[in-house]
């Protein structure tokens, strides 16, 4: 079975440019969520989607950030203009059900760095 | 609400044990247990649901005190492998959004 996939690994932007990401969440998982880890830190929520609609996104910049999960798989996150402080690691994770029980499987993340 | 996890960091000699802690001040509905190792994504280890029994696999378990809210992961007679960060995510018991929120990791290094 495969696992979750992101692209890019790795990007690096100036300052109050933009960037997106993708992920490709494992077949069949209704559940897609975006996590921003800060070095030395655990991952943040940062919006959860259920199939193409979204849960909670009560933590997310949305100022700057927007994500979208178009016909309920894939996903992208995009930050526009990005700051400083948005260097970090944007992970992806999915899971089969919205229920407590169930795995949220991470996907190996995009590395941002923000010059 | 963060979970609090203790100690932040821990050195090991192959071969000893090592218990890791996540406290919440929160009433607490699951805890999950991941081990990310370094440029990697985190890896699922287990969960425990309030109401459940101790987990575990292998030389790896948890368990889950309803009254402290506090969940310990238990590492045997540790391997090189065990190294990484460990990071425990929590879910409220209340509402309905079925989220994680993560501690800080506690970093264990496993020497030969």
């Known amino acids: 079975e495969a696992g979750v996939a992101q692209s890019p690994r790795y990007k690096i932007i100036e300052k109050r440019q933009s960037v997106a990401f993708w992920c490709n969440p494992i077949?069949?998982?209704?559940?897609l969520y975006w996590y921003q880890q800060i070095l030395g830190q655990g991952p943040k929520l940062l919006i959860q989607?259920?199939?193409?609609?979204?849960?909670?996104d009560s933590q997310l910049p949305k100022d700057r950030f927007s994500a979208e999960r178009l016909k309920g798989v894939d996903s992208t996150l995009k930050i526009q203009p990005a700051k400083l402080e948005d260097s970090a690691v944007y992970l992806c994770?999915?899971?089969?059900?919205?229920?407590?029980?169930?795995?949220?499987?991470f996907g190996p993340g995009t590395r941002l760095l923000v010059l | 609400q963060q979970p609090v996890q203790s100690p932040q960091a821990v050195i090991l000699r192959e071969g000893e044990d090592a218990v890791i802690n996540c406290s919440s001040s929160?009433?607490?509905?699951?805890v999950h247990w991941y081990r990310q190792k370094h440029g990697e994504a985190p890896i699922f280890l287990m969960i425990?649901?309030?109401?459940?029994e101790q987990k575990g696999h292998d030389k790896i378990s948890a368990s889950f005190n309803e009254k402290k809210q506090q969940s310990s992961l238990y590492l045997t007679a540790s391997q090189l492998s065990y190294s990484g960060t460990y990071f425990c995510?929590?879910?409220?018991?209340?509402?309905?959004?079925?989220?994680?929120?993560f501690g800080s990791g506690t970093q264990l290094t496993v020497l030969p």
């Open positions: 989607f259920q199939n193409n609609g979204v849960v909670d």
């Open positions: 994770a999915s899971s089969l059900l919205f229920d407590s029980q169930e795995t949220q499987y």
């Open positions: 077949s069949g998982h209704a559940t």
């Open positions: 425990l649901l309030k109401g459940g």
């Open positions: 929160k009433a607490l509905y699951s």
């Open positions: 995510g929590t879910e409220m018991d209340q509402g309905s959004a079925r989220q994680l929120t």
